[in-house]
């Protein structure tokens, strides 16, 4: 069974451009996470997906952050503008029927 | 709200010593709790679960039992490797499929 994707792994930018970032969760997963993990923190919960709707994105600074997941696959994070807080490695998890998240690889982004 | 708390790394040991890595909670209702491991330039991976008060999780010589009258969830292994060097994560998850993870404690074992 292939893994949560992600792309890219890596990406530098300047602050005030805007970036995107993309991830395929495991096929059949209906359950899709996003998180921010900022070195020496734990993942941090932007927005969580239950098929293409939102369950909870208290979290997500809307201002510059935005999510979505068209027809309940994979999904898109984009941040516009960036700053430089924003340079952290961003996480995207998917979830079956049982409790179990699966991973992907990240994207570790730096805002300079 | 939720929470979940770890001791603070990093955390140095000899190889072969016995590893403990404290994780206390807080919680409404019942959740289950999890250890991840994350290595250097990689994602987390699922290291142990336990869905219920008393269950004990293992995997790979790590073992953790949920204390629900104590809210501890403490990740131990009798003998670490070198390859254990990594962060470890404890988290719970809510009713609604919400995970709250700790901050992590970073390990390092010596040769």
């Known amino acids: 069974e292939a893994g949560v994707a992600q792309s890219p792994r890596y990406k530098i930018i300047e602050k005030r451009q805007s970036v995107a970032f993309w991830c395929n969760p495991i096929s059949g997963h209906a359950t899709l996470y996003w998180y921010q993990q900022i070195l020496g923190q734990g993942p941090k919960l932007l927005i969580q997906?239950?098929?293409?709707?939102?369950?909870?994105d208290s979290q997500l600074p809307k201002d510059r952050f935005s999510a979505e997941r068209l027809k309940g696959v994979d999904s898109t994070l984009k941040i516009q503008p960036a700053k430089l807080e924003d340079s952290a490695v961003y996480l995207c998890?998917?979830?079956?029927?049982?409790?179990?998240?699966?991973f992907g690889p990240g994207t570790r982004l730096t805002v300079t | 709200g939720n929470s979940v708390t770890q001791m603070e790394g990093p955390v140095t040991l000899s190889e072969e010593a016995f590893l403990t890595i404290n994780c206390t909670y807080t919680a409404t209702g019942y959740p289950s709790l999890f250890w991840y491991v994350q290595y250097p330039g990689e994602g987390l991976q699922l290291l142990l679960k336990a869905t219920k008060a008393d269950d004990k999780g293992s995997n790979k010589g790590f073992e953790a039992t949920y204390r629900k009258e104590t809210t501890s969830f403490h990740l131990e292994k009798g003998s670490v490797q070198v390859s254990d060097s990594a962060v470890y994560f404890c988290?719970?998850?809510?009713?609604?499929?919400?995970?709250?993870f700790g901050t992590g404690t970073r390990l390092k074992v010596l040769a």
């Open positions: 988290a719970l998850v809510s009713g609604t499929y919400k995970y709250i």
């Open positions: 997906f239950q098929n293409n709707g939102v369950v909870d």
């Open positions: 998890a998917s979830k079956g029927r049982d409790y179990e998240q699966y």
